[in-house]
């Protein structure tokens, strides 16, 4: 197991990076403030360096939100997104602590879709990210890596992406809810207008709750 010190690089290369993406993103991005305590914990049971862009994020933030906080991706923890990566994993990827799990989970939208890197478990493609559609129930290769991955949550088009699932209110709905909270939607029954107009298509619900289906997939 490597120490905090070996997992800290001086330079901070993976941050840099991180941040060059996000000087002009075409996105909105909002990077939520760290506790050092609680980063340097996450990043020592993640034990990948901070040279690589997830070691980066899980050390220097305590999550991002983008497109107005549509999509979150996770860090070390923070009050508005208040899971740090390894923690959130926990139960899920992995049980016991130092344990390699078969993917690991690094983001999620507000309609409880997932995002995780796959270590085998998800499907062939190792090291891509992989994402657990809540219209689907499956889990299907999104045939990028990582730092590819942050890349389109900054500048990617998320509106065509999530052009089926955005309702006239998104933006308002996003906001009153918490960061362990999602919508859960009605996908079956009802046509697209239905659902980008009716608020009955939608409920809140706990990433605790909404996470089990994406996991019952894996089993499937």
Do not use: H
């Not at 330079?11 to 760290?34: I, Y």
């Not at 890197?117 to 062939?124: P, T």
């Not at 990582?146 to 890349?151: D, L």
């Amino acid at each position: 197991m490597k120490t905090l010190k070996e997992l800290i690089n001086k330079e901070a290369l993976g941050w840099a990076a991180v941040k060059k993406l996000m000087m002009n993103s075409k996105n909105t991005v909002q990077v939520l403030p760290r506790s050092p305590k609680r980063a340097d914990e996450e990043l020592l049971r993640l034990q990948i360096s901070t040279k690589s862009p997830v070691g980066a994020i899980v050390f220097e933030t305590g999550g991002i939100l983008v497109d107005d906080g549509w999509l979150r991706i996770l860090g070390s923890g923070s009050m508005k997104l208040n899971r740090g990566m390894m923690e959130w994993n926990k139960g899920k990827s992995y049980i016991n602590e130092g344990e390699k799990g078969g993917f690991l989970l690094v983001a999620e939208d507000v309609i409880g879709g997932y995002f995780a890197i796959n270590a085998g478990e998800l499907g062939d493609e190792i090291g891509k990210i992989y994402y657990f559609a809540p219209n689907t129930l499956r889990w299907e290769s999104l045939e990028c890596g990582y730092s590819e991955f942050i890349n389109w949550a900054f500048n990617g088009d998320l509106s065509l992406f999530y052009k089926a699932y955005k309702w006239d209110t998104w933006k308002e709905d996003v906001t009153a809810i918490d960061g362990n909270q999602v919508y859960s939607l009605m996908l079956s029954g009802i046509s697209q207008d239905e659902l980008i107009k009716s608020a009955a298509s939608k409920k809140v619900v706990s990433v605790q709750e909404q996470i089990l289906s994406a996991l019952k997939a894996l089993d499937s």
